[in-house]
């Protein structure tokens, strides 16, 4: 069993930065693929980014040079680096892991409660 805690979320002006912080529980947190899904009110749920157990980052082209992921498996925890925000990435944002990157882009195993980001313009 993993549980997922996220925080970071807040206000931030467009232009603006934010880091995210997920924090696993769970042994096997190293073994997991992590990532982030974004949903904005009367939006479908997007993958945002993903991280494979060796490090490789993938992500949506909609944030794709503007944000940054990297895990740190001795703090059990993956961070999203969110720079040059837009009012378009104002959403709940919610961590998730999966078994690997093919099912954490369709069907994570573990997600997270959420955390609102929400950037004005």
């Known amino acids: 069993q993993v549980q997922l805690v996220e925080s970071g979320g807040g206000l931030v002006q467009a232009g603006g930065s934010l880091r995210l912080a997920c924090v696993a529980s769970g042994r096997t947190f190293s073994g997991h693929a992590m990532g982030w899904f974004r949903q904005a009110p009367g939006k479908e749920r997007e993958f945002v980014a993903g991280?494979?157990?060796?490090?490789?980052?993938s992500y949506a082209v909609s944030v794709k040079g503007r944000f940054t992921l990297s895990r740190d498996n001795a703090k059990n925890t993956v961070y999203l680096q969110m720079n040059s925000l837009k009012p378009e990435d104002t959403a709940v944002y919610y961590c998730?892991?999966?078994?690997?990157?093919?099912?954490?882009?369709?069907?994570?195993?573990?997600w997270g409660q959420g955390a609102q980001v929400t950037v004005s313009s």
């Open positions: 991280i494979r157990w060796n490090g490789v980052t």
């Open positions: 998730a892991a999966a078994i690997d990157i093919g099912r954490l882009r369709y069907e994570p195993d573990y």
